[in-house]
């Protein structure tokens, strides 16, 4: 069982690693199981090691990496430097506390390199999968523009065969909408998320 797993994660990093290479926005098949990123510890591995899967798939090795680690309210920021051939370069991570690993941002200066899923792993067996999932998915939506989503409230309710979630963000001073909806019982890619201007 852990040959297989370890197959399954060096595929999920090739994939992802191909995926930065192939475009500015990828969405990937989860091979492996998703990890929570909690705290500011979380966030710099993960940073750490999604950048330097980035300059691999590039063919360039990153070395002699540093960060610098800070939070605003809920969110997990991360400034990380690699030198790169002779050459310093700057990334930026950012997450939601408490959020699955897809929905952490990894920025590099002149392209956003949103990690994202298609949501193969997660079923919204619950009101309060559906809560979470809408949360955090919106919250990435504002963190791959690096705008900062402040003071979440929202409210979930079983409205027949569905779960409803309808919730807002504070986003520089502008007040956003959210609508998420899911069939009880289906995979997270069905689940629908809407976000409007109030």
Known sequence: ??????????????????????????????LAENTV??????????????????????????????ASR????????????????SRHQTVYCSVLAGSIDDHAVLSIPSQEVPIDSQGFKHVMDTASTLSIWCKSKSAQHFLAKNLTPENWSGNTWIDGNFFQVEGSWTVDRQTYLVSCRARKGVAEKYATMNLTEQ
């Open 37 to 66: 990123i909690s705290s500011q510890s979380d966030l710099v591995r993960w940073c750490k090691s999604e950048s330097e899967q980035f300059f691999l798939a590039q063919v360039t090795r990153p070395y002699n990496w540093t």
């Open 1 to 30: 069982m852990s040959k297989m797993k370890r197959i399954q994660d060096s595929d999920r990093a090739l994939i992802k690693a191909l995926g930065l290479l192939l475009g500015s926005v990828w969405s990937s098949v989860v």
């Open 70 to 85: 800070w939070q605003e309210g809920n969110i997990l920021k991360v400034k990380g430097d690699w030198l790169v051939g």
